[in-house]
């Protein structure tokens, strides 16, 4: 074996934790670069020096590790994916608080599980604040954060049938199939990922790419048009401007923007390594089908409510004013539904039109739907609520024809019943997750309507939630330690779901 074959084999042995330690060690070269080109040097040195400690401790670790084999359990993956969103932003924050000295490290710690965890909510919601390395390094770290999860869906939760695949898998949450196909010698889960990582980052780092070069085409500076990729695609909402209402890209940037953030309705857009619901592609995929309906009748819906207030002041006539009204909401609903949580421009233009506003009600329950299974979305997901749909409605068909046979086939009479049975599951665990949350926030010192738009940003990982929801934006620097530190845990338990907490604290599991 030649040397190159050897240390990439033992590359590949190591723990997965220790893996991504060293990916995301080398990935502050990054920011390092960018400081060192606009002349920011403390921020460059700060990034520099601790990729270059990072890189250090990885090897040190990886020559203890030399030759080790540890045993795998069938949920030592996801144990090393929740430690990562737990462990790693400790790093993040690292280089974080070294260039920005005036804040501290429990708002670095926090600003860090949002980005990793794409949530998007930020500390400092004056963007000068924050230098544009450090803006950069935000955004990086949430696309960095949306790439796990894409790899992880396939790679780690779809084997145990955990974020969204228990819907429709024949086995319990947590464990594998029973089959034949099942019985063989298990795949390398560290194997799996980079197989996976290989087919699915070139799509990811190629859609980033071309996005960035679009909106710089529509007039976004460089750094601007690269956050806002790297956030469409991470559903991250990160913004080092305050958002993309306040860049010049205008109605044909934000088109290209919406076009973009497709790929989070169903994973079917962009693969096929974990198809869950449908052989059929994007036609019948009922997750893509439910979040364009839902896209085009909120925006309706909202638009006729406008109408009739703007009727109401005579300002019907200003036809051009309803059309940025009806486009600005359709961006928005899209928005908020794949949990970017980014507002159009023209967001604004359906409340002076009209004399009305909108209640940020609707953009709380667009988030808790969310976007689709294995995508880099929050939420509920739409898998789940079509099962429930499907549910309904075969009983509602009982009603009327109690012995009829549902003629939905094998895959949806597994969603009418016991898909739509783990659906409501997770619905009831997410609704006390959300009212613990709460509880523990007003505890902490929130009000009523401040810990209810908090635990619902992030449960569902929409941070801009706090700024648009509420009637007046949320200081989250203003928040008390405990509130502060309640939240980084709920966004942790946003993103790897109820589910596969479960799981981990499951000890037959971890004998299975």
């Not at 030649?2 to 990439?8: E, P, V």
């Not at 799509?203 to 529509?218: K, N, P």
């Not at 359709?330 to 970017?340: D, K, P, Q, W």
Request: proline fraction near 4%; hydrophobic fraction near 50%.
């Amino acid at each position: 074996m030649s040397r190159q074959s050897y240390i990439r084999t033992e590359l590949l042995h190591l723990p997965l934790f220790l893996q991504l330690f060293g990916v995301v060690a080398l990935s502050m070269l990054v920011p390092a670069l960018h400081g060192w080109s606009v002349r920011d040097l403390e921020a460059a040195r700060a990034f520099l020096y601790a990729g270059l400690l990072g890189s250090i401790v990885f090897l040190m670790v990886a020559v203890v590790f030399n030759g080790r084999r540890v045993r795998q359990t069938p949920l030592g993956p996801l144990l090393s994916l929740f430690c990562a969103f737990l462990a790693l932003p400790v790093y993040f924050a690292i280089p974080f608080v070294e260039a920005l000295p005036t804040t501290r490290f429990l708002n670095a710690y926090f600003e860090m599980v949002s980005a990793m965890t794409t949530t998007g909510a930020t500390m400092f919601q004056d963007p000068e604040r924050l230098s544009g390395t450090l803006h950069l390094w935000r955004a990086q770290v949430g696309w960095m954060g949306g790439l796990l999860m894409w790899v992880a869906a396939a790679a780690i939760l779809a084997p145990l049938h955990l974020g969204g695949f228990e819907v429709t898998a024949q086995a319990e949450p947590g464990r594998r199939e029973t089959g034949e196909a099942n019985r063989s010698a298990p795949v390398d889960a560290r194997a799996r990922v980079l197989r996976t990582t290989k087919a699915l980052f070139p799509i990811y780092a190629g859609l980033t790419l071309l996005l960035w070069l679009l909106l710089l085409g529509g007039g976004d500076s460089p750094l601007t048009a690269l956050c806002h990729a790297m956030s469409v695609l991470a559903t991250s909402g990160i913004s080092p401007i305050g958002g993309v209402q306040e860049a010049p890209i205008g109605v044909t940037g934000e088109a290209v923007m919406l076009l973009f953030m497709l790929f989070a309705l169903s994973r079917l857009t962009f693969s096929k390594d974990t198809v869950t619901a449908t052989q059929g592609g994007l036609r019948t995929d009922p997750e893509f089908r439910i979040g364009l309906f839902i896209t085009l009748a909120v925006p309706a819906l909202i638009f006729v409510r406008h109408f009739l207030g703007a009727y109401d002041v005579d300002a019907t006539n200003n036809l051009s004013d309803a059309g940025y009204a009806l486009w600005g909401s359709i961006f928005t609903v899209l928005s908020f539904l794949t949990t970017t949580g980014f507002v159009s421009e023209h967001w604004g233009t359906a409340q002076n039109w009209s004399g009305l506003n909108t209640p940020g009600l609707a953009l709380m329950g667009l988030a808790l739907i969310g976007g689709g299974v294995a995508t880099t979305a929050g939420g509920v997901k739409l898998l789940r609520v079509f099962a429930l749909y499907l549910n309904g409605t075969r009983e509602m068909e009982r009603l009327v024809h109690p012995n009829s046979v549902s003629g939905a086939g094998t895959a949806g009479r597994r969603l009418q019943s016991n898909g739509a049975f783990i659906a409501w599951i997770f619905f009831m665990l997410f609704a006390l997750s959300l009212a613990a949350i709460m509880l523990a926030l007003t505890l902490a010192g929130s009000t009523f309507e401040e810990a209810l738009v908090l635990a619902v940003a992030s449960l569902s990982t929409t941070g801009p939630l706090t700024e648009f929801a509420a009637d007046t934006p949320i200081r989250l620097i203003e928040l008390s330690g405990a509130a502060k530190g309640i939240l980084c845990a709920a966004m942790v338990l946003g993103r790897l779901e109820t589910l596969a907490i479960i799981a981990l604290l499951t000890p037959d599991l971890w004998r299975a």
